[in-house]
């Protein structure tokens, strides 16, 4: 990898860590999988501890499972040759055994990806309802497992009321279980309630973070979601183009931030609880074309699709986290123009290095 994206990704890891490293302290020699460890969460993970190892000798073992592992060469060649990180290749549906020395575990296998869950979704529902299943129940039998948190989605609280300004964790909604379009939330769901039963008949402590929305280095281009095509846009010269309401709400993380919040979580979250993990910030997708378009060397044009419906499809989508951040101590260092910027510069950089 470049050297000047290693350096950004070194300066987010120092950023995060430098004023609260002993939030992070009890991650000092354990054992750690993380299953989807080779997606945009499981490396941006690896990306952390593996810096608190070399900076702060940590010296915490990492073992990254994934079905895609045979890639993860390419995508990040400086952690796939480190020592303290191991890559398990294997489907989490298929799990029969966990290595005994593993004490935390954070399960992140699934796919955020819309075009799958509309393309395959009993693969998707099964993948997370299945792999959920297995994992737990290998996880019950390991000797010193400490705690395991699960990765859920913002998504299980259904569509947010419009007069709603932020999503907390007691909101009483949900997805429409009659679509095939709800399958990743209504999986999710529950993924969440086993982990219920878990903690409560093997007295596991497993805590819940449901993630919203996020943007950063590693994150592809190709996604469906209005900010990477925004970006994708801009680094091609334009026009940025708004498909939908412009009026549209959301709310993005920065990586860095995300990958602290989730180890604080696991560490220190209360067995039981879940908690948002996102930016609590909302911006409009005409606010937030406008901060991507501000960062292109040449400011493209930004084209709206103006069609009289548009405003059937506005939706809200912006978590509140006071929760983690009043109980956990947690902030967010990265503000969202902060975030495109540095997202930019990262992808702006990738394309120079190709």
């Known amino acids: 990898m470049n050297a000047n994206l290693l350096e950004m990704i070194h300066r987010d890891c120092h950023e995060v860590t430098a004023a609260s490293l002993p939030t992070l302290a009890p991650l000092k020699g354990e054992c750690l999988l993380i299953t989807g460890g080779t997606g945009f969460m499981g490396t941006w993970l690896a990306e952390l501890i593996a810096f608190l190892n070399d900076t702060y000798n940590f010296n915490s073992k990492i073992l990254l499972l994934s079905d895609r592992a045979y890639s993860f060469s390419a995508k990040a060649p400086h952690l796939a040759v480190r020592k303290d990180i191991s890559l398990i290749d294997r489907d989490i549906c298929s799990i029969v055994g966990i290595p005994s020395e593993v004490s935390l575990i954070i399960h992140a296998a699934a796919t955020p990806d819309s075009r799958l869950h509309a393309s395959e979704p009993l693969r998707v529902a099964q993948v997370i309802t299945n792999g959920t299943a297995s994992l737990l129940a290998s996880a019950s039998r390991l000797p010193r497992l400490k705690r395991f948190l699960n990765i859920s989605s913002g998504l299980i609280y259904g569509p947010q009321p419009l007069d709603l300004e932020r999503i907390e964790e007691s909101f009483c909604g949900g997805p429409n279980c009659s679509s095939p379009s709800s399958t990743y939330a209504e999986a999710k769901r529950y993924a969440e309630l086993l982990c219920s039963i878990y903690r409560n008949e093997y007295k596991m402590e497993i805590i819940t973070a449901r993630p919203f929305a996020f943007i950063g280095p590693y994150q592809l281009l190709d996604r469906p979601w209005a900010i990477n095509n925004f970006i994708r846009d801009g680094l091609t010269g334009g026009p940025i183009r708004i498909l939908g309401d412009r009026e549209t709400l959301r709310s993005y993380m920065y990586p860095s931030d995300m990958a602290f919040w989730l180890l604080a979580m696991l560490l220190h979250g209360v067995p039981g609880f879940s908690y948002n993990l996102g930016n609590p910030n909302g911006v409009t997708l005409g606010q937030i074309a406008e ?64």
Do not use: F, Y
């Open 291 to 354: 901060k991507v378009a501000n960062c292109c060397p040449v400011r493209p044009e930004i084209s709206a699709n103006l069609a009289e419906n548009a405003k059937i499809h506005r939706s809200s989508l912006v978590p509140d986290v006071s929760l983690a951040q009043k109980t956990l101590g947690l902030k967010l260092l990265v503000d969202t123009d902060e975030a495109v910027r540095r997202t930019m510069l990262w992808n702006r950089a990738q394309v120079s290095n190709c």
